[in-house]
């Protein structure tokens, strides 16, 4: 009797062993994976076994199913039987002796294989599932190499299942932005990273995401050159404007032609020459206001003063990029803000007050909202003209996602401020 006891132990092990490789292989993460791949041959069996699901679940369940099927015949022909016999020899009535004895066995391996043949294996594999399948990829190799047949024919049936019911035979293993933000998140709240380092990652993601049109310095907000300007003139408007490069406009196109760069004008004035704009004018790459942001950097980075000039599909110049708007992109321009003019400024009552500049995608993740709220336009400004449809009068409001958005600053035609508070 103790030897069919420690055989039925054994298959309920096994199984738990089976259920918790299972779950491990598919939890695991292929990118851990794949940097323990040349160190480790049981990363490299992991990433084969996960890359062919089909095959793998086939090959558990062949022995998840062999060993369900011996844990059956042994609790109910051998230790129930004996069980039975037991207690009729201690007076009981045969049929309760039999009826107790099979069903005190089938609820005994019951609940030992519920906690040892499933719970606690997979709450081993959930903890640490990338190091258990590591170490049980080897022997579920052999297994489904063993059982090569039977894994063959289970494999196909189920693929041509899924066929029959409309489904392909791949799984939806892409990792998408929304998990890779829920990712910062987790690992943000567990101390892993600072809230710094999440945000830029953050930003990062959002940059690849944007346009030139939406990195860049508007036209309004660029202080100007003109080449035809006196050199007194010249050194006035260099003293103003007090930039390491300054865009050069032509007054009677209105076209920027390049720029000058303080230290050109120095050097200038240090050797004891005349400013003219013309002489000193330095060319720079033109960017369409269409263009991404990736394709941006790349011209910044083969551009010797790190700028460039933005127009757009009609040749109108919009503005200018420079190297410190991709990195104010990435860090976020909360986290750069000016003391002047916040981009946005949390409130007692919990309400927002956000400049209309604000990026719409750095507004949209710091609500939790739809991007797709701000339609075509890329500051807060736009979002809120996309609402309305129009340009909205001082006071007005309307809502949206949750919140109100009211319009309290107008400059002009231009939404300066506007106040988002949470509609109750």
């Known amino acids: 009797m103790l030897t069919e006891i420690l055989i039925v132990v054994?298959?309920?092990?096994?199984?738990?062993?089976?259920a918790m490789s299972e779950l491990a292989i598919v939890s695991a993460r292929p990118a851990r994976l794949k940097s323990l791949e040349a160190r480790s041959r049981g990363a490299?069996?992991?990433?084969?076994?996960?890359?062919?699901?089909?095959?793998?679940l086939s090959t558990v369940q062949i022995g998840i199913t062999a060993v369900g099927v011996l844990s059956g015949a042994f609790s109910g022909a051998t230790l129930g039987a004996r069980l039975a016999g037991w207690l009729a020899g201690q007076g009981v009535d045969a049929d309760l002796a039999s009826t107790l004895g099979v069903g005190g066995v089938v609820v005994m391996l019951t609940y030992l294989s519920?906690?040892?043949?499933?719970?606690?294996?997979?709450?081993?594999?959930?903890?640490?599932?990338?190091?258990?399948?590591?170490?049980?990829?080897?022997a579920m190799n052999l297994l489904s190499r063993v059982a090569a047949p039977i894994v063959w024919l289970l494999d196909r049936s189920g693929k041509?299942?899924?066929?029959?019911?409309?489904?392909?035979?791949?799984?939806?293993?892409?990792?998408?932005?929304?998990?890779?933000?829920?990712?910062?998140?987790?690992?943000?709240?567990?101390?892993?990273?600072?809230?710094?380092?999440?945000?830029m990652m953050a930003g990062v993601m959002r940059l690849a995401d944007r346009t030139a049109r939406a990195l860049m310095t508007p036209r309004h907000e660029v202080q100007m050159l003109d080449i035809t300007a006196s050199p007194g003139e010249t050194v006035a408007?260099?003293?103003?404007?007090?930039?390491?490069?300054?865009?050069?406009?032509?007054?009677?196109?209105?076209?920027?032609?390049?720029?000058?760069?303080?230290?050109?004008?120095?050097?200038?004035?240090?050797?004891?020459?005349?400013?003219?704009?013309?002489?000193?004018?330095?060319e720079v790459p033109v960017v369409s206001d269409k263009a991404d942001a990736l394709d941006v950097m790349d011209i910044l980075r083969g551009s010797a003063h790190h700028l460039a000039l933005v127009y757009d599909e009609y040749g109108h110049f919009e503005g200018i990029i420079t190297s410190g708007d991709i990195l104010e992109a990435i860090t976020g321009t909360v986290a750069v803000q000016s003391e002047d003019e916040p981009a946005l400024l949390e409130r007692e009552?919990?309400?927002?007050?956000?400049?209309?500049?604000?990026?719409?995608?750095?507004?949209?993740?710091?609500?939790?909202?739809?991007?797709?709220?701000?339609?075509?336009?890329?500051?807060?400004?736009?979002?809120?003209?996309?609402?309305?449809?129009?340009?909205?009068?001082?006071?007005?409001?309307?809502?949206?996602?949750?919140?109100?958005?009211?319009?309290?600053?107008?400059?002009?035609?231009?939404?300066?401020?506007?106040?988002?508070?949470?509609?109750?």
């Open 10 to 18: 054994a298959l309920i092990v096994l199984n738990g062993v089976l």
């Open 44 to 56: 490299a069996a992991a990433l084969q076994l996960s890359e062919d699901p089909g095959r793998f």
């Open 114 to 138: 519920l906690i040892i043949g499933e719970l606690v294996p997979k709450q081993l594999a959930l903890r640490n599932p990338e190091a258990i399948a590591i170490r049980v990829a080897p």
């Open 160 to 199: 041509l299942l899924l066929r029959l019911l409309g489904a392909s035979g791949e799984g939806g293993g892409k990792v998408t932005e929304e998990e890779v933000h829920t990712l910062l998140t987790e690992a943000h709240a567990e101390g892993l990273i600072e809230p710094e380092e999440r945000e």
């Open 237 to 282: 408007a260099i003293r103003r404007i007090g930039r390491p490069r300054m865009p050069v406009r032509n007054p009677e196109t209105d076209e920027v032609v390049g720029i000058i760069t303080l230290t050109d004008a120095f050097d200038a004035l240090s050797r004891r020459q005349s400013l003219d704009p013309a002489r000193l004018l330095r």
């Open 349 to 424: 009552d919990g309400s927002l007050l956000v400049s209309g500049w604000m990026p719409a995608d750095e507004f949209c993740d710091r609500l939790a909202i739809p991007r797709e709220l701000a339609g075509g336009y890329e500051t807060v400004a736009g979002l809120v003209l996309n609402l309305f449809g129009r340009l909205p009068g001082l006071g007005e409001s309307t809502a949206a996602e949750g919140y109100r958005f009211e319009i309290i600053d107008l400059d002009d035609r231009r939404i300066d401020k506007v106040l988002v508070s949470r509609i109750a």
